[in-house]
């Protein structure tokens, strides 16, 4: 493993992350910058608009930029749900909001071009990784300059998962020793796995709304703290 100064971990340069939440995934909602969800996982179709541009087809992808698509999908096959046509009669995929971008048209038609090998939904060249089922927030603070930050991860991310999405706030988080009650923490393992548990179902127990519950975890004391060696990371929940 890779060591960066006193601390041994991945090389960040080529660190590919395995989890987005739902609000990263909106993030992208346009022509130039499209992503989408469905089953479980995000894909990245920038390409897949940028080669259809000007396309009628691409209009029903394109509105639904940002978004979960799973509704679009069967659940057992992983493809597009289909019924039968009152027209012909045959099974045909179900498109609500029109006919999009690789599926045949309605009757057979001289200008359509089916050479583009697997459909976009087919194939797994657009999947950029999975999406989180549960998030959770944490602050993150830099005890140093008094600096916090609040996070929206997810359940299943491992600390070095957390700590790249980190490093757009400090960039030399990397160098640092995180720790939990002055113990190491497992970079491997998720928040849960290193004893640090999400106090979500708490406030669902005291009827708690996530407004107030936000606003309170963020006035409690520091919970669990991450203390480098030249320096002092904290991260509160």
């Not at 060591?3 to 090389?11: C, E, I, Y």
């Not at 029903?60 to 019924?83: C, L, M, N, Y």
């Not at 009650?181 to 796995?193: A, D, P, Q």
Request: with cysteine.
């Amino acid at each position: 493993m890779a060591r960066r100064g006193l601390v041994a971990g991945p090389d960040f340069e080529y660190f590919r992350r395995r989890y987005f939440t739902p609000t990263e995934v909106a993030q992208h909602n346009r022509p130039e910058d499209l992503w989408v969800s469905y089953l479980g996982c995000v894909y990245n179709l920038t390409p897949l608009a940028q080669e259809y541009k000007g396309n009628l087809l691409l209009k029903p992808i394109v509105e639904v930029a940002g978004q979960d698509i799973s509704h679009w999908f069967d659940p057992k096959t992983r493809d597009i749900r289909k019924h039968i046509d009152p027209l012909t009669g045959c099974l045909r995929y179900r498109t609500p909001r029109g006919r999009f971008v690789h599926v045949p048209p309605q009757l057979p038609r001289s200008d359509w071009a089916n050479d583009f090998g697997k459909p976009w939904w087919k194939g797994s060249q657009y999947e950029v990784g999975r999406l989180s089922a549960k998030t959770r927030n944490i602050r993150i603070i830099n005890t140093l300059t008094s600096q916090e930050h609040i996070l929206e991860v997810g359940a299943l991310e491992s600390m070095w998962e957390i700590l790249h999405r980190y490093l757009s706030y400090n960039a030399h988080a990397a160098s640092y020793t995180w720790k939990y009650e002055g113990k190491n923490l497992n970079m491997n393992c998720t928040l849960e796995e290193n004893g640090i548990r999400d106090e979500e179902e708490e406030f669902d127990y005291l009827n708690m709304d996530e407004s107030r519950a936000s606003q309170s975890t963020r006035n409690t004391p520091l919970k669990y703290s991450a203390v480098a060696h030249e320096g002092q990371q904290g991260l509160d929940k």
